[in-house]
C-alpha cells in the first residue's frame, strides 16, 4: 500500500514524527506506519514542534480570524491556547534554552511583514520579544562553558518554494551570534540564493538553500566554512527542515523525509493517515456564499444564477432550480440566456474552454450530465475544414435526430460533432503571441460563408488559425443529453464578455486579448468583428432588431482610451462603423429601446476640481452618458424639434408590436452625438431601457475609505433611472454590486450582499411587495466534489500562466511538463489549504514576481475577531498593567487607540483588572478575555496608577477594541524616526515615509509633505514600501526643484514650484521595498534625484492585474506587465533588486540596541552633501524694481540751447 496524503510541517522527538495533514495535527512512528490525529478542528494548522520533553505538542492554528499558539499533550488532552494576538503572521518555530515556545509574529509590530520572535511560557503568561529584529526562525545550538551560539533566519518575503531561485534583497539570510554575547554576522554571505530554517545539529548549522537551483538540504561548520550537500532533489525543493538535534526531518513534494544524522542519505518515511479524508468528502454548496452573478431571461420571470462554477435557472417567484451546468470538474461562467429557450454559456469540459449551448425548453431531465465524450480520433472531420453545421432554426431548437435523441450514426446530414478532445489529447499550450495572432496556428480553418473572404482585417471571417467549429456531439460510441451543443472558440483565449442578440440569432464575444466576434447561432460559424492589440473587449450591445452590434475597442494600454464600434451583424460587407475616434475612454453602448439612438458613458468632461491639500487639479468625475443618433434624420432627444402633422410620416411605426428596424448612416455618425442633460459624475454599465437610461453610480468618496463618516458604512454603487421625459434623475436601487437587464428591458436582476432581487425598472419598489422578489437561492440543491474541484482549480491556475504571463516563451520554461510534473500531486491533498499551497509551488516555478494565489481568508465559525487596545500590555508584580499607550494621529481615522478616546483616561502604568467584569486571568491577560471584541463595547475595571489622577481609584470605562492596531504603531514608528532626523540634524533636515505606491501611500505622502519640504535637507524613506502604481507621481513630487519663489508683505515665501525640497534628498530603501518600490528607488538614481542608501530592494518589477478568481473567489495573478529601464539597467531589476549607492547593513545587534543605521546613515550623508549642494534660500527683501519715479528732467529744447527757449511753467 502507498501513502495516499499530503504531508506537511513535519518535526521529529524520539521514536515520533509530528505534521499537518488534512488541516489537523498527526502523530505516527518515526518507522512509518499508520498515523493517528491529535487536533480535529479542520482550520489551516501550522508547524507543529514537540516540546522539550516529549510529551506535549505546540503549533498555530485558526482561533477566531487568526492563528493562535495552541499546546496539547502527545495523547490529545491538555489542550490550551496560548497566545491572543489576532495577527495573520504567527508561526511557532521552536523552543528557547529555557523551554518557551519561539513564536515568529508581527504582534506589535508597524509592519505586517516585520515577524519578530517571542518567547512564549507553555505554562502562560506573558511573551517576551526576543532582540533580533525581524526574523524567520531562531535557532539555539547546546551551550559550550558560558558560550551559547545561536543562528538567525531573515524574515522572508515569501516561502523558497513559492518563489523559487529568488535572487531579490529579501532573500533569506542568515545571521549567527557565535558566542551568544549579542554580536551577529552574516553565515556564507557568499551562497547567492534563498537561505532559511537553519537548525542545530551536531555542532553545524544545517539549513535549506536554492543557491544550486534546487532546493536542498545543507551544513556549514560554525565558521561558514566545509559547506556540504546532505539531498539531491531536483525536481521538487526540500521544505520545512526541523530537527531535535540529531536528526533532520523535512518535506518534499507533500511527503516526509529523514536524515538520520549529516552522515546519512535520507528516507522516505511511510506513513498512512487512514483516514475517511473529510477534506474530500461531497458537500453542500452554499449558492448565497459563491454567488457570482445572475443574468435574467427575456421577460423577467426567472435568471440563470452563477455560482461555484455551476449554472442555475430560477424562476424569480416560486418553483424548483433547473441545473444548467453542474459537471463535477468543471467551471461554467458567462451563462446568457438565448431567446428564452437555450442558455449560452462557456465552460472548460476536457481541460479547455468552450461555448456551450444548451436548450432549456427540451424534455431532458436538467442535472449534470457527466463529461461531455471525447470525439474519436477516426472521426476527423473533413481536411481543411471543421464539420459543416446544419441550419438550426433561429429559435434554437438542437433538431433531434431520429429514435434516440442525438445519438444517432453520423452521416453527411447529421448534426455536426463536438471537437471535445480528451484530457491527453489535447494540444500543446499556446502562447501570449499565438493568441494574439503573432504566430501561426496549426488548427483546422472556420468554415467560410458565401461571400467572405478568408482575411484577417476588421470586419472579416474569422482567420485560418482560429478553432472554429460547431455542432451537437454525435458519437456512435456515447451518449449525450439531448439538447446540448458545444462550439469551440474561434480562437483559444479567454472570454470577458458575451451577448446575445434580442431574436437569438446571434452571439457577440469579447475576449481578453481584444478580439471582438460574432457567432452565428444557428450555422455555428464565427466572424471576427475587430482586434485591439491594447487590451479586453468587454462591452457589447446589440439593436432591438438584432441588426447591429456594438462594442467597445481600446486604443491604448490600461482603459486609456478607446473607441465605439457598430457593425451590421448579418451584412460584414458594410464593414466595421467608428462612431467615435478614441480620443476619449468610451464604454457601456447600449441601444435605445427603440433602435434610433446609442447610447453611452464616456469620460470626456473636463471640468476639473482643484485639489485641497496640495496645488493641483483633477477630473475625479469626468464621465457624463451620451447618445448618438444613428440616423441623420433622427433629432436629438434633449433638442428642438419640429411638429409632424399625422399622416405625413416618412417612416412608418412597427405594426402589430413587432420591432422596429433600426436604421444607421454612418456618414456624419460622429457628428450626431449628444450630452444626457446631467452633471459629470463617476458612470459605470449604462442600459438603455424604454423611454430611460440606467446607469450605476459610484458614492465613492476616497479611496482607501479613511475619509467616510463612523455611520457611513462601505462604500458602494447605486443603480439610477434617468427619464427622458422629465430629463430628472431617480434611485431605482440605493446599494448593489451587479445588474442586469431583462431582455425586454422591463425588470432589473441585481446581485448585492448575497442576493439576488428583481424589481422594474420604472420606478423604486421596498421589499418583496408587488413586483420586486428576493430569489430563494436555496433553492439550489447541489453537492461538490472537493477532489474534482481542486483539479479544475489546478487546471485553470495553469491555464491562466499560460495564457497570461507576459513572455510568450514562458522565460524558457516547459510549461506543460511543469503542469504535468504537480498535477500527481492533486490526488492526495486533503483540504483546499494543501491546493493551495500546491497551486503556489506551481506559481512558484515561473521565478517571478507577483505569482500569487490568494484564498478566502479561514475563519472559526461563529468566532469574532480579536479586540486590541492599541497599548502594550505588561505583568508586575502579578498584575496586568498599561506599560504603554500609543499615541495616535489625528489625520488617520485608523490611528487611534481606544483608551485615548474622551472619557477614558487609561494612562501607562495604569491597571486592568477585569473586562466586562470577569477577573484578569493571571495567565492569559486581557488578552483572554478581548477574544471575539473587535468593534464591540466592553468594560474595562481600571485601577489608577501612580501616574493618575486618584492613584488607587478603581473605576470602570467603556472601551471599543480595535481589530487591528498596525496603522496606529505605523504612525507611532513614522514619528519616532521623524524625532530621529530632527534631533540628529538639530532640527534642519525633514523626514517623509511613504508605505506604499497607491492610495495610503499618496495620502502619507501628503500629511506631512509642505512642512518637510521646507527644511534644509530631506530623507525620504521608502524602506518597507509595498508598491502599487504611483511611482511616476512621486518622482515628479520629490524630483522638484525650486525654480523661483513668491513674497507677499506679511507672509512667508514661498516655492516655485510648491512643495519642492529647498536642499538635498537621499532616499533611504531596504529589501522590503518592492515592485513599484523597487521603481521608485531605480528612478530616484536615474533622474539624479539623490543618492540611495540601505540594502538592495526585493526585486519584483513584473506587475499584475488582479482580473482572475478562480470558482471559489479564490484570487490567482498571473505577472502580465514586465518593466524595462533606460540607463543600462534594462530587465536587470527583476529578481535582483535594486542596487543603494551606498550599502548600510541592518544587523540583529542594531535592532537590539534601538539602533537604526540606515536613517543614521542617511543624515550623515544628507549633512555631506550639504556642504557642496546648499539650500535654496529665499530672496532678501532689496534688489527689486524701484517704482518710484526719478525726477523731471528739463525739457530737450532747453538742452539744445536754441532760439525756441520759453518760460519753463511752475511744476505740481
Known sequence: MSPTSYLRYPHVSADLVTFVAENDVWLAPLEGGRAWRISGMGLPARGPRFTPDGSGLVWSVVQGSAPEVVTAGTDGGGYRQLTYWGQPATRVRGFTPDGDVVVVSAHGQADFRHTWARAVPLDGGPSRLLPYGPVDSVSWAPAVGDEHPLVVGSALSREPAYWKRYRGGAAGKLWIDRDGGGEFGRLVPELDGNLCDPVWVGGRVAFLSDHEGHGNVYSVAQDGSDLRRHTDHSQFFARHLSSDGERLVYEH???????????????????????????????????????????????????????????????????????????????????????????????????????????VATDAVFGTYGAIPSAHEDDEPAEGHA?????????????????????????????????????????????????????????????????????????????????????DVVDPDTTVAPGLRRLELPVRGRVRTMEASPDGQWLAVGTEYGEAYLLDVAAGAWRRLGESEFGAVSHLSFSPDSAWVAWIEPVTAFEGRSRLLLAAAGDPERGVIEVTDGRFHDHSPSFSHDG????????????????????????????????????????????????????????????????????????????????????????????????????????????????????????????????????????????????????????????????????PVDRAVDGDAGDAQTLDLARIRVELDPAKLWEQAYNETWRLQRDFFWTEDMGGLDWEAIGDKYRPLLARLGSHDDLVDVLLELHGELG?????????????????????????????????????????????????????????????????????????????????????????????????????????????????????????RYQNWVAGNRRTVREASGGRFGYLHIPDMAAQGWAQLHRDLDVETERDALVVDVRRNRGGHT??????????????????????????????????????????????????????????????????????????????????????????????????????????????????????????????????????????????????????????????????????????????????????
Open 848 to 968: 517571478t514576481s507577483h505569482a500569487y494565489v490568494s484564498p478566502f481568508a479561514a475563519v472559526e465559525a461563529g468566532a469574532g475577531r480579536q479586540g486590541l487596545l492599541g497599548a502594550d500590555l505588561a505583568r508586575v508584580d502579578g498584575v496586568w498593567t498599561i506599560a504603554a499607550v500609543l499615541e495616535g494621529e489625528s489625520s488617520d481615522p485608523q490611528a487611534y487607540s481606544p483608551l485615548t478616546a474622551p472619557g477614558v483616561a487609561v494612562r501607562a502604568g495604569d491597571a486592568i483588572l477585569a473586562v466586562d467584569g470577569q477577573f484578569v486571568p493571571f495567565d492569559g491577560g486581557p488578552e483572554m478575555l478581548l477574544a471575539g471584541a473587535a468593534g464591540r463595547t466592553v468594560e474595562l475595571t481600571i485601577q489608577e496608577g501612580p501616574a493618575g489622577r486618584r492613584p488607587g481609584t478603581v473605576r470602570r470605562v467603556a472601551v471599543v477594541p480595535v481589530r487591528d492596531d498596525q496603522r496606529l
Open 387 to 471: 464539420v459543416a453545421a446544419d441550419p438550426v432554426p433561429a429559435t434554437g431548437q438542437v433538431p433531434a435526430a431520429a429514435g434516440a435523441g442525438l445519438a444517432a450514426a453520423p452521416s453527411a446530414s447529421a448534426a455536426p460533432r463536438a471537437l471535445d478532445i480528451a484530457p491527453d489529447q489535447l494540444p500543446r499550450p499556446v502562447s501570449a503571441a499565438a493568441l494574439t495572432g503573432a504566430l501561426p496556428r496549426s488548427a483546422p480553418p472556420a468554415p467560410l460563408q458565401p461571400g467572405r473572404s478568408a482575411g484577417t482585417g476588421i470586419g472579416e471571417a474569422a482567420p485560418d488559425r482560429a478553432l472554429a467549429s460547431a455542432g
Open 1031 to 1212: 511611482s511616476q507621481l512621486v518622482a515628479e513630487l520629490i524630483g522638484r526643484k525650486v525654480t523661483a519663489w513668491t513674497m507677499a508683505r506679511e507672509a512667508r515665501t514661498g516655492t516655485y514650484p510648491s512643495s519642492a525640497p529647498r536642499g538635498p534628498i537621499v532616499l533611504i530603501a531596504d529589501e522590503w521595498a518592492g515592485s513599484d518600490g523597487d521603481i521608485i528607488t531605480q528612478v530616484t538614481k536615474l533622474r539624479g534625484i539623490g543618492p540611495v542608501v540601505g540594502v538592495r530592494t526585493w526585486g519584483g518589477v513584473v506587475g499584475i492585474d488582479n482580473l482572475f478568481d478562480l470558482a471559489d473567489g479564490t484570487k490567482v495573478t498571473q505577472p502580465r506587465y514586465a518593466t524595462w529601464f533606460s540607463g543600462g539597467v534594462g530587465w536587470g531589476i527583476e529578481n535582483r533588486g535594486v542596487e543603494p549607492d551606498i550599502e548600510v547593513q541592518f544587523p540583529p545587534h542594531a535592532y537590539a540596541a534601538g539602533e537604526d543605521p540606515q536613517l543614521e546613515q542617511g543624515v550623515a550623508v544628507l549633512k555631506e552633501m550639504l556642504k557642496e549642494i546648499p539650500t535654496q534660500q529665499p530672496p532678501q527683501p532689496y534688489g527689486y524694481r524701484i517704482l518710484r519715479p526719478s525726477p523731471l528732467p528739463p525739457r530737450p529744447q532747453e538742452l539744445r540751447g536754441g532760439m525756441d527757449r520759453v518760460p519753463l511753467p511752475v511744476g505740481d
Open 596 to 759: 434610433k439612438y446609442l447610447a453611452f458613458l464616456s469620460e470626456r468632461s473636463f471640468d476639473p476640481v482643484y485639489d485641497t491639500h496640495s496645488f493641483d487639479l483633477s477630473f475625479p468625475a469626468s464621465t457624463k452618458p451620451f447618445m448618438v443618433a444613428l440616423s441623420d434624420e433622427t433629432p436629438s432627444l434633449f433638442g428642438p424639434s419640429v411638429y409632424v402633422a399625422e399622416g405625413t410620416r416618412t417612416v412608418p411605426a412597427a405594426a402589430g408590436g413587432a420591432v422596429a428596424e433600426t436604421e444607421v448612416v454612418a456618414e456624419g455618425i460622429a457628428q450626431r452625438l449628444f450630452a444626457v442633460p446631467v452633471a459629470q459624475g463617476r458612470y459605470s454599465r449604462l442600459v438603455a431601457v424604454e423611454n430611460a437610461l440606467l446607469w450605476l453610480v459610484d458614492e465613492s468618496t476616497g479611496v482607501t475609505g479613511d475619509g467616510r463618516g463612523p455611520a457611513a458604512g462601505s462604500p458602494g454603487l447605486r443603480l439610477e433611472r434617468f427619464d427622458y421625459a422629465t430629463r430628472r434623475t431617480s434611485t431605482l436601487v440605493p446599494q448593489l454590486a451587479s445588474y442586469r437587464v431583462s431582455g425586454d428591458k422591463r425588470r432589473v436582476v441585481y446581485v448585492n450582499q448575497q442576493q439576488v432581487r428583481c424589481v
Open 253 to 359: 513534494r507533500g511527503r516526509l523525509f529523514v536524515l538520520d544524522s549529516l552522515e546519512a542519505e535520507s528516507r522516505r518515511l511511510e506513513i498512512f493517515l487512514g483516514s475517511a479524508g473529510h477534506g474530500r468528502r461531497r458537500q453542500p454548496l452554499a449558492a448565497s456564499r459563491h454567488l457570482k452573478a445572475a443574468t435574467p431571461d427575456r421577460v423577467g420571470q426567472a435568471s440563470v444564477v452563477e455560482t461555484h462554477g455551476t449554472l442555475h435557472l430560477l424562476k424569480h417567484k416560486d418553483g424548483p432550480s433547473h441545473t444548467i451546468e453542474a459537471t463535477p470538474g468543471v467551471r461554467a461562467r458567462l451563462g446568457r440566456m438565448i431567446d428564452g429557450r437555450l442558455v449560452g454559456y462557456i465552460a472548460d469540459h476536457g481541460g479547455e474552454e468552450a461555448l456551450f449551448l444548451r436548450d
